[in-house]
Structures are given as structure tokens and as C-alpha cells.
């Protein structure tokens, strides 16, 4: 027997009241898979997201989630003048444990320092969160949904605003994520980064293709999630990419 996914979907469609938000969304996650979740804004990324961590209910379809999940999100949307701590904002991953009369403790600080080491930034657990760069930022916040115990890593566009140094190292540290068993969805815009992962989800309104990037991700399938906002890359053996102005990584 194969092992059970960590997420299945079949059939899905998800929205907040009215219409459809998204819909048909048909996909499987398993364990030690990294999963891009590709689509313009206001496509249904986001909604899907909820969805997997149980803020949404399904209009039809199925959801089925058999792991824990944690959120990362973009570290442009968190608050940067609050005084808080590296290992404060990973210390807060046990929150979700914890009765809501107790503060954490020594125990919950040591998993914080312990899930910063995994992250590479056992040197930096008393620096202001607000006073690391973006790359330290995003690997903060993986900290915090490693102490949360998540084997799915929920990932809002973890890339945005990272230079090549620190987009390199965050990719080499969902990949030893990954290397280790945690499912990863990466919701992202950038194409040639999608191509590296394990599969491919794309959506515009609607599920338009699933599978693995380099059966999925063809002209016909990038048209039709990104509305035809696309272009050809020279000496690119047919492939293409956004332009510049969709092209968050930097």
C-alpha cells in the first residue's frame, strides 16, 4: 500500500458565501513533497491555503488534511516595529499548544532556540526580529511553524523582496525540509523556481493543470492560468516566463 497523502483534494470548490471563489481543484501532496502553487493574484492561491488549514469549508468537492500545518507568510505583511525577539516570534509556534492562560516557558524557549538552529540562525535568537534582513525574517517564521510541530509548511510567496544569495539559501532550506519529510506548499510567481519543485498546482478561477513541472508547465497551461500575460524567452527551447512586472523574485 502506498503511504496516504498528507493532503488530498478532489473535486474541490471553495468561496466565502456568493460564488465559487475557485473550483475543480483536484491534487495530492505526500510526505517530503514540495508543491508550487502557481496563479495570478486573486486567482484562488490564497483560498486554497485557507482552505487546507481548515478556515474555509467546501462548497463540493473533498478536502482530506491527515498532518498538522503551520503558515508562513510574506515577511513584507508582519509587523517590523513591534520589539520582539527572533526567538520570540519562534517561541510563539507553541501558542497553539499551550492553554490560553499559560505564557511559554523554558521548555517552549528551548524548541525555539532549537527549531532557530535548524534554520541556520542559532547566532541571532536575542536580535530584533524587525532588524533582520528578509531572508533571516522568513526563516524566523519557519522556525515558528517548526515549533507549531507542522509536517505541512504552508508558504506565502516566501521569496518576494530576497536577493539571489538569500533566495538560494531559504530553496537549499525547504529542500533539507522537505529531505526530512515535511510537505511544502510554496504559493509563488516565479516559474523557472516552480520547475525545481517536486509538482505543480495552477490555478486562475479554476484548477488548470496538476502535475509534475516538466509535464505541466507548457505554453497552453501558463496562457491559461496567467490570461496569455506571457512571453518567449530567447534560446528558451519554447518555454516561457511573466514579464518583469509579474516576476516577484529578485
Request: aromatic share 4%; proline share 6%; with cysteine.
Amino acid at each position: 500500500m502506498p503511504p496516504q497523502p498528507l493532503i488530498e483534494a478532489v473535486d474541490l470548490d471553495l468561496g466565502y458565501g456568493g460564488p465559487p471563489a475557485v473550483t475543480g481543484i483536484s491534487f495530492a501532496l505526500g510526505a517530503g513533497e514540495r508543491l508550487a502553487l502557481l496563479g495570478p493574484n486573486g486567482g484562488g492561491k490564497t483560498t486554497i491555503l485557507r482552505a487546507v488549514l481548515g478556515e474555509l469549508r467546501p462548497l463540493a468537492g473533498s478536502l482530506r488534511v491527515a498532518a498538522s500545518c503551520g503558515t508562513v507568510p510574506q515577511t513584507e505583511r508582519s509587523r517590523l516595529d513591534y520589539p520582539v525577539s527572533a526567538l520570540d516570534v519562534a517561541t510563539m509556534g507553541s501558542l497553539s499548544r499551550l492553554p490560553w492562560w499559560r505564557r511559554p516557558g523554558r521548555a517552549e524557549r528551548e524548541s525555539g532556540r532549537e527549531a532557530l538552529a535548524r534554520v541556520g540562525l542559532e547566532g541571532l535568537a536575542s536580535a530584533t526580529f524587525g532588524e533582520l534582513s528578509g531572508g533571516q525574517r522568513q526563516r524566523v517564521l519557519i522556525a515558528r511553524a517548526l515549533v507549531q510541530e507542522a509536517t505541512v509548511l504552508l508558504m506565502d510567496e516566501p521569496f518576494t523582496g530576497l536577493d539571489r544569495g538569500a533566495a538560494d539559501g531559504l530553496e537549499a532550506l525547504i529542500a533539507a525540509l522537505a529531505g526530512e519529510g515535511h510537505g511544502i506548499v510554496i504559493a509563488t510567481h516565479d516559474l523557472e523556481q516552480a520547475g525545481r519543485w517536486d509538482s505543480v498546482l495552477c490555478v486562475n478561477g479554476r484548477q488548470i493543470a496538476f502535475g509534475a513541472p516538466d509535464r505541466t508547465l507548457d505554453r497552453e497551461v501558463l496562457e491559461a492560468t496567467y490570461g496569455g500575460a506571457i512571453v518567449e524567452l530567447p534560446g528558451g527551447g519554447g518555454k516561457a516566463v511573466l514579464p518583469p512586472h509579474h516576476h516577484h523574485h529578485r
